[in-house]
Each structure stands twice: as structure tokens, then as C-alpha cells.
């Protein structure tokens, strides 16, 4: 099995060897990880200096262009990337024959690579629409968090948090796929595997539904209050005026507001939005703590047998080191959503009562509305 306690001195051996790979042959070390990923027998540590150079780049662009969005640009690519590196590293470093029939391919660390790619093509595509590869197409929440701090405190903020810790983050996110490169062998799919994949998959199903319930809610919100009317519209308009009598010219009632419901209050209170106030978010927090579970089969805990279940309930058998990804993300998605929903708050005044009703993350049963 693949605990803390016994996995420990593995991973550390890799990393002290990286860290002397790094003094003793630096340029090659860190300019060439793609030469050291074919040459090793084991790839957390060349897979590990691509994070790196990731850190660096995304650092150094935020550095430059004073804009802090560059980590969001590859939060959809990096994990399925390392995920398939993992996959792969057999058939390209160690001479594995490459499977040539589906019942091959049914191996764990392709399935978990398979899953992350899924994750990532959704996330890529959503990012995409919004215009987040666009230039200037930064998350409106920077804003408000340059506000926080003088311009080298931000320089210093961007090095430490968004280049480091973020990239290090979703290095941690794909970790159980590194689990079953070193399982591969000897824990087949299980079950486990089966129901697993099923709940992720679940998960990934209701992140997309409500991202799309937020799409297109946010166009129908934007052609309701800034699009002028369709040319249909506009031709009824002038017929209805063309056979009114001519009267004096009246002031009209503000009373009757143009817009009515979700729209008018400015946000989505919906759908899922109606049993959560953040049903994405609570999705994508879940999905990654079904992905770690995977790294208990993959150490062939497969909890069918009793002495399985009896170990499960004693320290440290259960503290997988892999959960420190999940962790992670969890904290940072609390402390993010507080930012969205103060600014939520300050923009529309209705929010305060939405907070009252709904859940912030976990569906529930809303409270009854007091309109």
C-alpha cells in the first residue's frame, strides 16, 4: 500500500536525487526535462521541472505584463498534461511494448489521464467562451485584490501565490495518477475504479450544467439591459406607434421595471443556483476529492476484504499523501468565494437576501423566498 508512512522514503529518494541533479548538471537538469523524462526510470521528477518551468513562465509574464491571469491560461492544461506524461513515461522511457487493443489501454493510469482530459477540455472550452485567452481577458477579481496591496507587495504576491503556490497546487491535483504509474503492475481496475470514475464523471456533469446555466443567463442579462431591440422589434414598435393617436408626450412610469426576476435582481438565483450558491464550485472541489480517491486502489487498497476496512479506521492508513492536492484547492476556493460573494454583495443589493436563502456551497434545500 502507498501511505505516508511507507511511501515516504520513495519519494523523498526522487526528490533528493532531483536536488542533485540541480547542483551537480543545472542547464541540463532544468533546460532539458524532456531528455530526463526518457532517461529516468521514474518520472516524478522530470514531470516535477516541467512544473517548474511552468512557475517560472507564468511568473514572468505576470512580472511583465502587469496582468495575473496567466496561471487561469493553463489551470486546463497542466494537470492532463502531467497526467499523460505519467501514462506514457512506460512506453517512452521503459521499453513497455505500447498496447495495441482497448483491453490494453484499460489500465489506471489511463483512466485517470482520460478523466483529466475530459475535465480539461470543459474547463478549456468554458475559459474560452468567456474570453479568457483574449488579451485583457484577466478575472474581474484581480482588480478588487490589486487594491490590497502597494505595487512591489503585488510583485511579491505574484511570484509566492500565483506562480508558485497555484502551479505546485495542480501538480498536487494529478498526484494519484503518479500512484498508478507506480501500481501499475500490480493493482489492476477494480470495482472501486468503476464507481469512482462514475461519481467523477457525475460531478463533471453537474459543473457543466451549471457553468452553462451562468452562460446563458449572463447573455440573456446582457441583452435584456445594454442591446438595443432585434430589427422585429423595432418594426412592431413604429407600426403601434403609426396607428396611436397623437398625444401630448407623457413621462413614463419608472415604476414598471423593464426587466423582471433573476435578470433584474442581477444575478442567477435558478437551476442549480437555487439549491446553491455556488454549484460549480462545489462541483470542481468534489470531483478532485473523488481523483484522489483513486490513489487507494491504486495501492491496492481495494476495501472488499475485512482487514481492509479495520486498517481504513486506523491512522495513518487513511492519510494518503495525495490528499494535500485536494486540501489545498478546497482552501482556496473558500477563501475565493468569499471575494466573489463581497463583491457580488456590493453590486447588487438583493444578494444579501440570496445568502439568507441558498446554500453557499453544498446543494440544499433553499429557504422559502420573501419577495
Not at 422589434?233 to 413604429?238: I, K
Amino acid at each position: 500500500m502507498v501511505c505516508w508512512y511507507n511511501f515516504s522514503p520513495h519519494l523523498t529518494w526522487h526528490l533528493n536525487a532531483l536536488v542533485n541533479d540541480i547542483k551537480t548538471r543545472p542547464l541540463e537538469t532544468l533546460l532539458r526535462p524532456d531528455k530526463a523524462y526518457v532517461q529516468s526510470s521514474d518520472p516524478f521528477a522530470p514531470i516535477l521541472v516541467l512544473c517548474l518551468w511552468f512557475i517560472a513562465l507564468t511568473g514572468l509574464l505576470g512580472a511583465v505584463t502587469q496582468e495575473f491571469s496567466w496561471v487561469d491560461r493553463i489551470w486546463s492544461v497542466a494537470p492532463p498534461l502531467y497526467a499523460w506524461l505519467f501514462a506514457l513515461h512506460p512506453y517512452v522511457a521503459l521499453d513497455t511494448v505500447w498496447p495495441t487493443t482497448v483491453s490494453e489501454c484499460m489500465t489506471r493510469p489511463f483512466l485517470l489521464a482520460g478523466l483529466a482530459s475530459l475535465w480539461g477540455l470543459r474547463l478549456t472550452y468554458n475559459f474560452w467562451r468567456k474570453g479568457g485567452y483574449a488579451g485583457g481577458g484577466e478575472d474581474y477579481r484581480w482588480e478588487e485584490i490589486r487594491t490590497w496591496f502597494s505595487f512591489s507587495t503585488l510583485q511579491l504576491f505574484n511570484v509566492v501565490f500565483i506562480a508558485f503556490f497555484q502551479n505546485i497546487l495542480l501538480f498536487l491535483l494529478i498526484a494519484p495518477a503518479y500512484l498508478a504509474w507506480v501500481g501499475r503492475t500490480y493493482h489492476a481496475l477494480t470495482l472501486v475504479d468503476v464507481v469512482l470514475a462514475s461519481l467523477f464523471l457525475l460531478l463533471l456533469l453537474v459543473e457543466t450544467v451549471a457553468d452553462q446555466q451562468q452562460w446563458v443567463f449572463q447573455r440573456q442579462k446582457y441583452q435584456a439591459l445594454f442591446q438595443r431591440p432585434s430589427r422585429k422589434r423595432r418594426a412592431s414598435l413604429r407600426a403601434t406607434t403609426a396607428e396611436s393617436p397623437a398625444r401630448p408626450p407623457k413621462t413614463p412610469d419608472t415604476s414598471i421595471p423593464l426587466v423582471s426576476g433573476d435578470i433584474a435582481d442581477g444575478f442567477l438565483q435558478s437551476g442549480l443556483f437555487a439549491f446553491s450558491r455556488h454549484p460549480n464550485f462545489w462541483a470542481e472541489m468534489s470531483l478532485w476529492w473523488v481523483f484522489h480517491l483513486f490513489a487507494y486502489p491504486a495501492a491496492g487498497i481495494h476495501l472488499e476484504r475485512r482487514h481492509d476496512w479495520n486498517n481504513f479506521a486506523r491512522w495513518p492508513f487513511w492519510a494518503n499523501w495525495t490528499a494535500v492536492g485536494p486540501l489545498l484547492l478546497t482552501f482556496l476556493f473558500q477563501g475565493s468565494t468569499s471575494l466573489t460573494e463581497e463583491l457580488s454583495a456590493r453590486k447588487y443589493p438583493q444578494y444579501r437576501r440570496y445568502q439568507k436563502r441558498v446554500s453557499r456551497l453544498l446543494p440544499w434545500t433553499p429557504k422559502a423566498r420573501k419577495d
